[in-house]
Every structure is written in structure tokens, then in C-alpha cells.
């Protein structure tokens, strides 16, 4: 936008070394600078020192960022295919086609006279066909049956399928627990809130508003932590960092987006509150009506919003290549130094095998089922060790009165 005005202004501006916000405002005030070409909000407070430029940015908040919670326990993977809803109604179904089934082949037995089927035999032909196992074939071939049967198998085939397809997705990718989103969820969650040194005007009216959650988030905020700083520490300590929402786009896209498009952090969707954003100027500078007609062009025109989508576009972009060379670059020394990778293993760095994490449900399922038989078979051995037992002292005792 700078070099918009430079081009229609017919003018060439000469940037002044800083090294704080209130040195900005400083030379500004003191008028040893013209004007401060960076996003500054405007708050009544600083009116008193400073003018503003027309406002180019009307929807812009100050938002913030926090770390992605850690993804729940694979184990749990095997159940997240199907919801709560759909996992009751199967078991109902289950319940209700095992009675039914049960009730139509006594039904036939009756009428029939046919051979009298056990119950538990019915339940596992029932039951093992969502797990796709055959039928065993020992079954009464009544027309009645065969009905129900297949009307069960054709349930029993969609389920399976839905069942099974889902699950290869829920294996690999990561499922996370709910993650703050608004402030009043934040201020539950956290004890600690960083924020640049700017934020000062902003952490007052906080603490000032008739709001719970404002004033709780207020009194939380601690200022003098830059965007880096600030990102490091939501990393390690999971401490939320808060800024312009424009600049955490940026950043995390920037250098916190891997190659394959995720990142650790995420902005989270509710801000604080909608924050004007315009140039700092010194009072009554009569250049003041050239900058604001030249601004209001770029809004009207739509370029304004257009560069920003662009710049977070690019960002993107560029912050998945880097990350994307940068394992390349690991890939190719790795390659140097043991000789055991094939030439194409820069190409296929981002594909990851499964370990044993992802199968974790699995193998605690085995391991479950096995305890389980090994006790069913020790507590089916005691007890025919103890009727054995027990018959033979009936025998036993039965002799001894004989003689």
C-alpha cells in the first residue's frame, strides 16, 4: 500500500531505524516522521498523542493461538468409525434379530418336528456374520429362515463394509480431543496469556468490561512477548498467544505449516473485538486528505483485500516448500552417510509406515481375548476338576455304606 501511494503521490519515503512500538509512536508525535506505514489500533487513548490515516482494516481482530491438543490414544480407533447412535442401534438390531431368529426356528421345530436347535448355536451363526464369518450350515433350511437370514446377511454385508472402510482412515489420521475455540472456553483451560507489548490499552479495557470471561482474560495477560517468543511458548507450554490476527495467519502458515499442510498450532475462531486499524500521523498534517484518498481507492477497489489473501497464499506456499526441502535435505544426508536408502527416497520422505501406535487396538483386543479364553479355561478346568472330585467322593462314600 506503501508503494501505491509513493507511485500516486510522486513521492519517495525513507524508512527510519527503530527498535520498539513506542519508538515508532515517538517520532510520529515529535514529528521527525511523516507517518507509520504498519498496522496500529485505533483506541481513544491515543488520540490524545497521535492522528490517524482513513481506516483500511474494519473486520480485523486481535485473535489467538494456542497449540493443538495431543490426539487421543489409537486403542480408541477401533470404536470411532461408527457414532454412539449407530453403535446402539446395531447392538438393538443384534438383540432383536437373535430373538426373532430363535423364535422362528422354535416355531418350525414345533411344527415340523424337527431337530430342536441350542440357542447359543444361533447367537454365534448370527453374530459371526458381522465379523464376515459363513454360516455353518446348521441351521434349519425352513423358508422362514432363510428369510430372516437373508435380510440379516444383506444388514450384516453393509454394515461390514461401512464399518471396515471407515476404519483404515481412522487408524492413520489423528484424532483430537475439542480444543478451545472461543474465550470463555480459553479463560477454563488456561492460567496464562502472552501478548506483545502493544496490548497494553487493550489489557485495560479488559479488565475494565462488564464481561466475566474479558475481565478473567485481562487479568491473564502478560505483555513484552513478541510473536516468536510468544509461538515458542505456546508450543512448550501450551500457554495461548495473542496478536494481530492478520500476523498469526501469517506466521503460523509461515513457519509453523509441514509439508503436507498441517501445522502444531491453530487460530482459534473467536476474537476479542473488532479493532480499526489505520496509519499513525502526526496532528492536523496536511497530507493527511492525499493518504486517505489514496487508501480509500485501494479499499473501494477490493486490491486491499486481494494483497492479503494473496500474502497468506504465498505464505503457505513458501513455509510447505521450506519444510518440504528441509526433509529433502535430512533425507539426502541420511542417504550419504549409511548407503541404505534407494535414490528415490526424496521422493517418498513423506510417505510414513504405520508403527505400533496406530495398531494399538488391535493387539489390546488379542491381548484382552486372550486373558479372557485363559481365564474361561482355567475357571472350565477347576471346575471339572472339582465335579470329578466331587463324584468320586460320592463313590467313594457309596462304597464305605456297602460295606
Known sequence: MLD?????????????EVTTWDEVVQKVTERKAWFSPIIHAVYHSRLKRFDYTRTYEHDIN??????????????????????NEVWLCILGSSVIACIGLI????????????????????ILDLLGTLLGQ??????????????LLLIWLVFAFIVGSVYRGNLMAFLIAPKYPPRPETLEELTKVVQRVTMP?????????????????????????????????????TLEKKYPHFG????????????????????????????????????????????????DFVILALIEGGIY?????????????????SRRRQKLEAGARLESWTGDFPTEAANTMELRALNIVHFQGP????????????????????????????????RLRGQDMEK
Open 4 to 16: 501505491a501511494m509513493e507511485s500516486t503521490l510522486n513521492f519517495t519515503g525513507r524508512p527510519l
Open 62 to 83: 486481535v485473535g489467538f493461538v494456542m497449540a493443538k491438543p495431543v490426539p487421543e490414544p489409537k486403542w480408541q480407533s477401533l470404536y470411532y468409525p461408527l457414532t
Open 103 to 122: 423364535g422362528v426356528i422354535r416355531g418350525s421345530e414345533k411344527l415340523q418336528d424337527l431337530k430342536k436347535h441350542s440357542s447359543e448355536l444361533v
Open 134 to 147: 459363513a454360516l455353518s450350515n446348521r441351521l434349519p433350511e425352513t423358508p422362514s429362515t432363510r428369510v
Open 197 to 233: 507489548s502493544f496490548g497494553n490499552p487493550l489489557r485495560e479495557i479488559l479488565r475494565n468490561s462488564e464481561t466475566e470471561s474479558m475481565r478473567t482474560l485481562g487479568n491473564m495477560m502478560e505483555l513484552g512477548y513478541e510473536i516468536e517468543e510468544g509461538l515458542r511458548i
Open 244 to 291: 494481530s490476527l492478520r500476523f498469526l495467519q501469517y506466521d503460523v502458515a509461515y513457519r509453523y505449516t509441514e509439508a503436507d499442510g498441517t501445522s502444531p498450532l491453530y487460530v482459534g475462531r473467536e476474537t476479542i473485538m473488532p479493532i480499526y486499524n489505520a496509519w499513525p500521523i502526526p496532528h492536523d498534517a496536511p497530507y493527511k486528505n492525499d493518504l
Open 305 to 321: 483485500d486481494k494483497w492479503m489473501e494473496d500474502w497468506l497464499e504465498e505464505a503457505k506456499r513458501v513455509g510447505r516448500q
Open 363 to 394: 493387539l489390546m483386543l488379542l491381548a484382552l481375548g486372550m486373558v479372557l479364553g485363559g481365564v474361561a479355561f482355567f475357571v472350565e478346568s477347576f471346575s471339572i476338576w472339582y465335579s470329578s472330585a466331587k463324584d468320586l467322593r460320592v
